[in-house]
């Protein structure tokens, strides 16, 4: 049976599903008897949704107006 | 450009022009303060590579990985020697334990997301700005743009182990210092405020 500490590394990479089957059995059954690591692997969804809905940057209109002026100046300096 | 003619014909300005605002969105992510110098480069380097490209279409994952380039490459040649590692990375804790060990929220029923929910989307961007970008690189590439962890590594043209211990570190790292920003910026008691 694997401990918290072992069970805490692989978390991530068992939400992604990218452990292989023996990891992953492990995991399912440290999960089945600890409370505490099923809440680390909620927080790791949680923590996952956070980072990729993460609002995108927006481009400033300053920097749209350099930027747009570079590409006129990179073609204008032909190939 | 095109000799045969089955080819669309769209000029690298506006193909480039088109994908400005997604540039420099991830150029924000990954150089946060220097985006503009790195997105700069990579139109430089796109302009001299354009009559590579043949299939306009492909032009968005084209671009990116310039840019991803670009980014590597920018960091690369500031933080030469750079410090490899400093912090406890083998460090059991984990920001869910310290979370809920400090409780900094003793009236919330969802201490956890209270506590992501108090970052707003300018607290991420500064939190990662504080990741050295050998760990800040790969977390956003997957996490945030969702990409695979072997097109990273082919990207970055890094072995796919070292960018998932890269990820690991960087994770780790991430989660450290969302709390130490918290504390900083004092956003939990800002959040208990809001509750009350
Ligand atoms: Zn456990």
Request: charge should be negative; hydrophobic fraction near 40%.
């Amino acid at each position: 049976m694997i401990d918290c500490t072992t069970a805490v590394t692989q978390l991530w990479d068992f939400v992604e599903r990218e452990l292989d089957a023996g990891d992953k059995a492990n995991i399912e059954e440290h999960l089945a008897f600890c409370r505490r690591c099923c809440g680390e692997v909620e927080f790791v969804e949680e923590l996952r949704s956070f980072l990729k809905d993460a609002a995108r940057p927006g481009l400033p209109l300053d920097a749209e107006q350099r930027l747009g002026q570079f590409i006129t100046d990179l073609e204008e300096s032909g190939p | 450009m095109d000799t045969t003619g089955t080819v669309d014909s769209a000029t690298f300005g506006q193909v480039a022009r088109e994908q400005l605002p997604w540039l420099y969105s991830l150029a924000r992510r990954l150089a946060s303060d220097h985006a503009e110098d790195v997105v700069q480069d990579c139109l430089m380097r796109a302009y001299k590579a354009f009559p590579t490209l043949r299939d306009h279409q492909a032009a968005p994952a084209w671009f990116r990985r310039i840019l991803v380039n670009c980014a590597n490459d920018y960091h690369r040649s500031r933080m030469s020697g750079a410090d490899e590692t400093s912090l406890d990375d083998t460090s059991e804790s984990t920001l869910f334990r310290r979370i809920l060990d400090e409780d900094p929220l003793p009236y919330s029923d969802s201490l956890h997301l209270d506590f992501l929910h108090s970052f707003d989307d300018e607290d991420v961007w500064k939190v990662l700005d504080r990741l050295d970008p050998k760990f800040r690189i790969p977390l956003v590439l997957v996490h945030m743009e969702g990409f695979t962890t072997a097109t990273v590594a082919r990207m970055l043209g890094a072995p796919l182990n070292t960018v998932l211990s890269w990820l690991h570190r960087g994770r780790k790292r991430f989660e450290t210092e969302m709390w130490n920003y918290a504390e900083e910026h004092d956003l939990l008691r800002q959040a208990q405020e809001v509750r009350s």
